[in-house]
């Protein structure tokens, strides 16, 4: 089967980095997404990742394994509005997204 | 600023009842997805459109149908709701070709009960 695999929930300090992990195992790859989600809103794009390394977007930056089947979101000086959901997908060789659970970001001052 | 709208944020629905959700997006985009999203599960895709009149079933279509008469109008309907349809429902659309990086712009969701 398919599934994307990352942790149920994180707590991390204002100010501090956080890295949440994502590991996917699809039939086929055609890259990498990471969305946030705040309670009650629509899951917002963050990253796209389709060849291995790191893409850095201001504070955010996504890391890609093709090889591993790895991926992470890091988010550095973190901000009380950072507190959300952070979604990984992938999509497959069809270009189906295959989703995670989310990730539910707790930030503490 | 570019927008998915739709129409009803909270539902309340009886069991057996017919029910519609509808999805307006002002982007000109060819493509729009019906997925629900419920606690502890990835966002699972019920049914998608890649141009007017055409649908797709997704993963979990069983007790949904949908519409797409205008490009910019994605409507999902549950002919007869039942409490296992209770979820947070949610419209994406993207443009045009099936890449891999088509990046989905979303709604912000409904909230469906059936009692």
């Known amino acids: 089967g398919q599934n994307i695999d990352q942790p149920t929930e994180m707590t991390a300090t204002e100010g501090a980095i956080v890295q949440i992990n994502c590991t996917y195992q699809?039939?086929?790859?055609?890259?990498l997404f990471w969305y946030q989600q705040h309670a009650g809103e629509a899951p917002t794009f963050l990253s796209y990742?389709?060849l291995d390394g790191l893409e850095e977007k201001g504070r955010f930056s996504s890391f890609l394994s093709r090889s591993k089947g790895y991926s992470y979101l890091l988010l550095k000086e973190l901000q009380m509005k950072d507190s959300a959901s952070y979604l990984c997908?992938?999509?497959?060789?069809?270009?189906?997204?295959?989703w995670g659970a989310g990730t539910k970001l707790i930030i503490k001052p | 600023d570019v927008k998915v709208t739709q129409s009803s944020r909270y539902l309340v629905k009886r069991t057996g009842e017919k029910v519609f959700l509808e999805c307006v997006q002002d982007m000109d985009h060819e493509n729009m997805f019906w997925y629900r999203q419920d606690p502890g599960l990835g966002l699972r895709l019920i049914y998608f459109s890649y141009d007017v009149k055409m649908k797709e079933k997704g993963d979990i279509p069983e007790g949904y149908s949908v519409s797409r008469e205008k490009k910019e109008r994605f409507s999902l309907i549950l002919e007869s709701a039942s409490t296992n349809q209770t979820s947070m429902y949610l419209c994406?659309?993207?443009?045009?070709?099936?890449?891999?990086?088509?990046?989905?712009?979303f709604g912000a969701g409904s909230r469906l009960t059936v009692l």
């Open positions: 994406a659309s993207s443009f045009g070709d099936r890449s891999g990086a088509n990046v989905l712009t």
């Open positions: 997908a992938v999509s497959n060789s069809n270009y189906q997204l295959i």
């Open positions: 699809t039939s086929g790859f055609n890259g």
């Open positions: 990742n389709v």
